[in-house]
């Protein structure tokens, strides 16, 4: 691991099965903080997931920190490549926290030990197996999500659904996974579901009559839900393994 800046201190390191993943919590100037992971492995880290407890959040119930990093469900986020690492939170990451009636910005602080889980290319994996389970969980969540978007918006394509309302079938798809009371891996879908609302609502408007969805849009959506459904399903360890990684 690289020496870091002299600003910054290490608070800790978090080391899993033979040290195959480090995770560094450096604090940097202005409070503000950094979480860096590192793959020590030979192979390309596919997937991971860090579990850090608060010192200090808004309250002192505050709900751990959970940063999962998992190209399968976050398209815009990649692999960690062999004895590389990578920076996983901004460094600006705040906390709005209510003082009084006011909203005040505090940068949060997190205890020493840093938990981690990873899976592999392969599919094999390392670390807490509980988190193992909750990154598994994600993609499932993810999965149905997809397929649930694709029921609706193949249906939508054969009944010519009124924008406004398969807009609002969106709308509550993405309600209903948005519950507090629901972990975060739950609620994976929500994104998605909000992404097509975005998509539909940008359509341009089509002569009276004309179907709705456009049948060219109804395609090239599918098409792409279809290819992640594919991965989703196919994805290393099994999904339907998840249950027995805690065990």
Request: aromatic letters at 6%.
């Amino acid at each position: 691991m690289r020496t870091p800046i002299s600003v910054a201190f290490v608070l800790a390191c978090a080391f899993s099965l033979g040290a195959q993943i480090t995770a560094t919590l450096n604090r940097l100037p202005e409070d503000l903080t950094e979480i860096r992971i590192r793959n020590n492995s030979a192979v390309s880290l596919a997937a991971f997931v860090l579990h850090l407890n608060y010192v200090h959040g808004c309250t002192q119930n505050d709900a751990p920190l959970l940063v999962y990093v998992d190209p399968l469900v976050d398209t815009a986020t990649r692999p960690l490549p062999p004895n590389q690492e990578r920076t996983v939170a901004p460094e600006g990451m705040v906390l709005g926290c209510f003082t009084n009636g006011k909203m005040v910005i505090r940068f949060p602080l997190f205890e020493e030990h840093i938990v981690t889980a990873g899976i592999f290319a392969g599919g094999t994996t390392t670390g807490d197996a509980a988190l193992l389970t909750r990154l598994l969980s994600r993609r499932s969540s993810m999965l149905q999500a997809v397929e649930m978007s694709l029921d609706i918006l193949s249906d939508a394509g054969r009944r010519n659904i009124p924008r406004d309302q398969l807009i609002e079938q969106f709308k509550k798809m993405a309600s209903s996974v948005s519950r507090w009371y629901l972990p975060p891996e739950q609620q994976v879908g929500r994104d998605l579901y909000q992404s097509i609302i975005g998509k539909l609502m940008d359509l341009p408007e089509e002569p009276v009559g004309s179907p709705f969805p456009p049948t060219a849009f109804v395609e090239e959506e599918t098409a792409m839900l279809n290819r992640q459904r594919v991965t989703l399903s196919e994805s290393q360890p099994s999904l339907a393994d998840a249950a027995l990684i805690g065990r």
